[in-house]
């Protein structure tokens, strides 16, 4: 006999399919009183970009014929530590000295240009772009003095918007021209030398003509990108890059969020949880004072964030020999609880990244984990030390090479402060070392939560934020019109996307009761407080429990748990997975008015989970149709 004829004849009363619908029943009354997060598995942004070839090679795609200049390849280190850095030279010849390249363009938006340079014995540098001889836009900087020159622009439509000169170290200079083009097509790049910082010869692109005397400038690091401001650079090769990160989206107060997989788009179905504040001010900026800076200093607002802004930071070392690290302690907290920190990450010069907790002020009791953000995995986690116990790790890859990062500890002690660090390491699980100037991780969405597991993001700026609970329930007719009292059976489909270092965290999927739950029968998981979670059904009659069955255990994070519970008076079964049905055969069935879908009852029990499904069959099914149900 086939699986399929297994199931059951009687159609369900209820089935809200909420992964593939991706909407609520208007008989359920949903709230959340503030806004909330999610991915909606559609929505991307444009995120590194670098339309230019061999970026850091500028004797292959790039050329120098006719342009009175040679490429010497290779001569100095760059700003990443490589020798990879070339020589523009300029030759005694009146004209322009420059390096250049062709780009085609599809439209006429603002562009940015920008060019790592370093003085050698070329004071004045220009970056131009054009079309034509009578069609550009181009700017001037003093690589040897760190100082702006003028911008200039000839041609119809065509604007130098802006100009920029950052330090970034060892006598390295990030120069950018933010332009719009008059036009699309073909689009020349320039990198040039020059004499002054005024003078561009408006029939050469916007380049100057002078008379060389073999003055040399180290070049590095050449990016090309359609939008308003310069972001971190992208090297290429032999073709451009263009990637896209899925969107962290925000749910308005009041509206259900059904949430996605970021990376593969997978619907996850109805996101329920539990109220939670996220501790840190000023969670997405790392330049602000409440974040204290250890041999370390913050790059702002320089990457494409997971929420598709350009508002993640870097964090880089100094030279200095010791922790290259933000931190920052939180008062108030109640040391015995579990706390979750968690940030989003992104590989930059380094690939592991350490955050930390400890009990402040004595710092005893402490904790935390290492993530490797070019594998994807946790490389080490402490369990706690000197009594602070828990230590869960998690690591969700949100795309386009960005992971949330999550550890909770429960430091156990009576200290009423938790310091919080997120480091740079070096290699393996070391934080402590002499740092080389210039590498660091990029960073963003810090989060600290009283709880034994990580939520869903809350931004904060100046003050603390709280993210309510998700509540959804059917009352009334809304409920009568499809229940049962004497005999039915529920069903719900559930995945629950973090672990919790809680033996007693409830999550329960599809609850029917009555009042503040004391009649209440439900399908439900619960942590082992050990990675994993058990499933089983349960009933109460006035508070006394009428059955509990038999615990069924899975480990495996964001997998999908079928539970069906079957009720009538003393004939009782409940299946999870297709595994054999656990019966009790002496048990009463409470009346109940209302149901609730993620909690037991309204307002209570709470979690973090997803609901695919849920169901209601107006009749206790079979032992075989529960089996077929939950296969």
């Not at 760059?78 to 085609?104: E, I, K, M, Y």
């Not at 604007?159 to 699309?184: E, H, K």
Request: with cysteine; net charge negative.
């Amino acid at each position: 006999m086939s699986i399929s004829t297994n199931f059951p004849t009687i159609k369900p009363s209820l089935l809200l399919d909420f992964a593939n619908v991706g909407a609520l029943d208007p008989r359920i009354t949903f709230t959340r009183a503030s806004t909330g997060t999610y991915y909606d598995g559609v929505t991307t942004a444009k995120a590194e970009e670098n339309l230019l070839l061999q970026s850091q090679d500028f004797t292959t795609s790039w050329t120098t014929a006719s342009q009175n200049a040679t490429i010497t390849a290779n001569t100095t280190a760059a700003p990443d530590g490589t020798t990879t850095a070339d020589t523009l030279t300029d030759n005694a010849t009146s004209g322009v000295h420059r390096v250049a390249q062709t780009v085609t363009t599809s439209n006429n938006n603002q562009l940015v240009l920008s060019c790592f340079l370093k003085y050698s014995t070329m004071q004045w540098v220009a970056l131009s772009s054009a079309t034509n001889t009578g069609q550009w836009a181009g700017a001037k900087f003093d690589v040897q003095n760190g100082v702006l020159g003028s911008t200039s622009q000839q041609g119809s439509g065509w604007t130098a918007d802006s100009s920029s000169i950052t330090s970034m170290g060892n006598g390295w200079y990030r120069c950018v021209l933010v332009f719009t083009p008059g036009n699309s097509g073909a689009l020349g790049v320039y990198v040039s030398g020059a004499t002054d910082g005024t003078t561009f010869t408006t029939s050469q692109r916007g380049s100057e003509v002078y008379s060389g005397t073999g003055k040399e400038v180290f070049l590095w690091g050449a990016q090309l990108e359609q939008r308003s401001a310069v972001t971190a650079y992208t090297a290429t090769t032999d073709q451009p890059i263009t990637n896209y990160i899925p969107v962290l989206q925000t749910a308005a107060a009041n509206v259900a969020r059904f949430d996605h997989n970021p990376t593969t788009g997978e619907a996850l179905g109805l996101l329920i949880e539990e109220q939670r504040t996220n501790l840190f001010t000023y969670s997405a900026d790392f330049s602000n004072a409440a974040w204290t800076k250890s041999n370390a200093s913050i790059t702002a607002n320089t990457i494409v964030a997971p929420d598709g802004a350009l508002d993640g930071d870097k964090i880089v070392e100094n030279t200095a020999t010791g922790q290259h690290r933000v931190y920052k302690t939180v008062s108030g907290t109640t040391n015995t609880n579990a706390y979750t920190l968690t940030v989003f990450a992104k590989a930059a010069e380094r690939v592991r990244i350490y955050v930390g907790m400890a009990e402040s002020p004595t710092f005893s009791r402490q904790g935390n984990a290492v993530f490797d953000l070019s594998a994807g995995t946790v490389a080490n986690t402490t369990t706690g030390l000197n009594g602070a116990t828990g230590g869960v790790a998690t690591i969700t890859n949100v795309g386009n090479g960005w992971y949330r990062c999550a550890y909770t500890l429960t430091l156990g002690g009576t200290d009423t402060s938790i310091f919080a660090d997120i480091n740079i390491v070096s290699t393996g699980t070391t934080i402590s070392y002499t740092g080389d100037g210039y590498s660091g991780i990029f960073i963003w969405g810090a989060q600290l939560e009283a709880g034994a597991f990580p939520t869903s993001a809350i931004a904060t700026t100046s003050a603390q934020v709280t993210r309510s609970a998700d509540a959804a329930s059917m009352t009334g007719t809304n409920f009568s019109s499809w229940f049962n009292n004497g005999q039915g059976t529920l069903y719900a489909e559930a995945s629950i996307p973090a672990f919790s270092s809680s033996s007693v965290l409830q999550t329960t999927q599809f609850a029917v009761f009555t009042g503040g739950g004391s009649n209440m029968m439900r399908v439900r998981g619960y942590s082992s407080g050990t990675g994993a979670y058990n499933w089983d059904a349960t009933g109460t009659v006035n508070a006394v429990s009428q059955f509990d069955t038999a615990e069924r255990v899975y480990s495996t994070l964001n997998s999908v748990v079928k539970n069906a519970l079957a009720y009538k008076v003393d004939d009782i079964g409940n299946s999870v997975n297709g595994q054999t049905v656990s019966t009790d055969g002496s048990a009463q069935i409470p009346v109940c008015n209302a149901a609730s879908i993620g909690s037991s009852a309204i307002g209570a029990d709470f979690s973090i989970q997803h609901i695919r499904k849920v169901a209601y069959y107006p009749q206790r099914l079979s032992d075989t149709n529960l089996v077929a149900l939950t296969s």
